[in-house]
T-cell receptor
Framework: DAGVIQSPRHEVTEMGQEVTLRCKPISGHNSLFWYRQTMMRGLELLIYFNNNVPIDDSGMPEDRFSAKMPNASFSTLKIQPSEPRDSAVYFC???????????FGDGTRLSIL | EDKVVQSPLSLVVHEGDTVTLNCSYEVTNFRSLLWYKQEKKAPTFLFMLTSSGIEKKSGRLSSILDKKELSSILNITATQTGDSAIYLCAGCWNTGNQFYFGTGTSLTVIP
């Protein structure tokens, strides 16, 4: 049974460039979460969707960040323009319902130079 | 502000030792508390606790919730090098229906 699939695994780009991270949740899961993890701040929730609808985006750091979920099997997190302080590991997770245990993807390690 | 605090921040033990990791939370409308283990990549789910005083157990790992003390502990007995990881605690509140993670406890088990 496939887990949460994220791509790319690693991304290195120069500041100012647009970055798009992708996520395919576990089939049948209704909730999808985007997290950012850094040494300083740990794991932070950026945004979550329930049934493809964004419910809470209060964790999105600023307008440079946007997320979409056009259908139940795909979501994107976009950063435009990117800055060095955006460097982190970005995780996508899904769960059968919002308050149930989340299954995490392997993450995208993003480095902005 | 709702938050989750874990202690200790890091821990180094020898194989065979027993360890206890702590998680405390300050929250309104508490719903559940979860423990995850993170090795090199993604956090993997260990336990979900909703009721006070009921121990959840999986092999050498166990966890219990104390709603009166607003805390939870994760015990690992007879530790092995494969237990080396960051252990994350997350709380879920009714108001947000989302999970807030602590910064984790880094456990290193030395052979």
């Amino acid at each position: 049974d496939a887990g949460v699939i994220q791509s790319p695994r690693h991304e290195v780009t120069e500041m100012g460039q647009e970055v798009t991270l992708r996520c395919k949740p576990i089939s049948g899961h209704n909730s999808l979460f985007w997290y950012r993890q850094t040494m300083m701040r740990g794991l932070e929730l950026l945004i979550y969707f329930n049934n493809n609808v964004p419910i809470d985006d209060s964790g999105m750091p600023e307008d440079r960040f946007s997320a979409k979920m056009p259908n139940a099997s795909f979501s994107t997190l976009k950063i435009q323009p990117s800055e060095p302080r955006d460097s982190a590991v970005y995780f996508c997770a899904s769960s059968s319902q919002v308050n149930q245990p989340q299954h995490f993807g392997d993450g995208t390690r993003l480095s902005i130079l | 502000e709702d938050k989750v605090v874990q202690s200790p921040l890091s821990l180094v033990v020898h194989e065979g030792d027993t360890v206890t990791l702590n998680c405390s939370y300050e929250v309104t409308n508490f719903r559940s508390l979860l423990w995850y283990k993170q090795e090199k990549k993604a956090p993997t789910f260990l336990f979900m606790l909703t009721s006070s005083g009921i121990e959840k157990k999986s092999g050498r790992l166990s966890s219990i919730l104390d709603k009166k003390e607003l805390s939870s502990i994760l015990n690992i007995t007879a530790t092995q090098t494969g237990d080396s990881a960051i252990y994350l605690c997350a709380g879920c509140w009714n108001t947000g229906n989302q999970f807030y993670f602590g910064t984790g406890t880094s456990l290193t088990v030395i052979p």
